[in-house]
Nanobody, 121 residues
Framework: QVQLVESGGGLVQAGGSLRLSCAAS????????MAWFRQAPGKGREFVAS?????????SYSVSVKGRFAISRHNAKNTAYLQMNSLKPKNTTIYYC?????????????WGQGTQVTVSS
């Protein structure tokens, strides 16, 4: 059974950067799409970015982060990343890594525990 463990969250000043990591275990990592979501208190989970399986040649971003965030993957390390630049206080929330139960699908139904990102003004 696949498990996802996020790390890299923390406190950063506005304009700063953080890189989140998502370590996966329990299956062949390269066969599955990966994504990042975020969820503020009292709100629904919001899509941030996704990356395709295999070499990750296809990426997608929400309008609010495009140009500032970058998703990537390192299949040999079974890890996906979210590089976050030019962070803003409104980016403060919990970030979740997600993947699919099925290969080669963009359906996210496996979740990590989340990592807190706090951006101070």
């Amino acid at each position: 059974q696949v498990q996802l463990v996020e790390s890299g969250g923390g406190l950063v000043q506005a304009g700063g950067s953080l890189r989140l990591s998502c370590a996966a275990s329990g299956r062949t990592f390269s066969n599955y799409a990966m994504a990042w979501f975020r969820q503020a208190p009292g709100k629904g989970r919001e899509f941030v970015a996704s990356i395709s399986w295999s070499g990750g040649s296809t990426t997608s971003y929400s309008v609010s982060v495009k140009g500032r965030f970058a998703i990537s993957r390192h299949n040999a390390k079974n890890t996906a990343y979210l590089q976050m630049n030019s962070l803003k206080p409104k980016n403060t929330t919990i970030y979740y890594c997600a993947t699919s139960c099925q290969m080669h699908r963009y359906e996210y139904n496996v979740w990590g525990q989340g990592t807190q990102v706090t951006v101070s003004s």
